[in-house]
């Protein structure tokens, strides 16, 4: 089975820390995003990545970056984490093109709250 | 903006037949329609997906309508542990992932 490991379920950061998030998985994907998740808004899509250092923005990359260096490894950065930044991140990962289902593997989660 | 358009909650008694409804109506000819499910803590998990056929597996079915513009995800006999938030998405796998959002879903409460 498909495992996406989050190195963190649970963060407590304060304001202006830089925070590393790190998400792992072991299926050989291309594609790997961080969402996160907040009361009645769903989940909205931060970065993805499609290959080895190559990364897209998604509809809320406003204070994050990310890094992608292997291929298993997709890592979240919030340079100066702010109270708004409190939320749920949700890693995932997926097999690239007609090859795969397009099935997203989603990890447990990381919930950071920022003092 | 999501691509999906679903209603916030629902409830259904344990035992009988959840249908989940889900407008697609701007789905274009290439992409899946993708059903998800979240139960509170845990990350979302993958259910059933479908073309233009439809579906069926050991966790529920998925009716397509011939227009593809909405969809229905049957769980045949609701149980206590279905109560999740239900997510409807449309997607096409190679395409690109900037389309993969999730609006917010419905929440099925299962009653006892």
């Known amino acids: 089975d498909v495992k996406v490991t989050q190195s963190s379920r649970y963060l407590v950061k304060r304001t202006g820390e830089k925070v590393f998030l790190e998400c792992v998985q072991d299926?050989?994907?291309?594609?790997m995003f961080w969402y996160r998740q907040d009361p009645g808004l769903g989940l909205r899509l931060i970065y993805f990545?499609?290959?080895?250092?190559?990364?897209e923005k998604g509809d809320i990359p406003e204070g994050y970056s990310v890094s992608r260096e292997k291929k298993e490894r997709f890592s979240l950065i919030l340079e100066s984490a702010s109270t708004n930044q409190t939320s749920m991140y949700l890693c995932?990962?997926?097999?690239?093109?007609?090859?795969?289902?397009?099935?997203?593997?989603f990890g447990e989660g990381s919930r950071l709250t920022v003092l | 903006d999501a691509k999906t358009t679903q209603p916030p909650s629902m409830d259904c008694a344990e035992g009988r037949a959840a249908n989940l409804p889900c407008n697609h109506s701007?789905?274009?000819?290439?992409?899946?329609v993708y059903w998800y499910r979240q139960i509170h803590s845990q990350g979302p998990q993958y259910i059933i997906h479908?073309?233009?056929n439809n579906e069926t597996n050991e966790m529920a079915s998925l009716i397509i309508t011939e227009d593809r513009k909405s969809s229905t995800l049957i769980l045949p006999h609701a149980t206590l542990r279905d109560t999740a938030v239900y997510y409807c998405?449309?997607?096409?796998?190679?395409?690109?992932?900037?389309?993969?959002?999730f609006g917010s879903g419905t929440q099925l409460t299962v009653l006892p």
């Open positions: 701007t789905i274009s000819g290439n992409e899946y």
């Open positions: 998405i449309v997607w096409f796998s190679s395409g690109s992932a900037r389309q993969l959002t």
């Open positions: 479908g073309l233009k």
């Open positions: 990545s499609y290959d080895v250092k190559m990364k």
């Open positions: 995932a990962s997926s097999l690239y093109g007609t090859g795969g289902t397009g099935e997203l593997f």
């Open positions: 299926m050989d994907h291309e594609n």
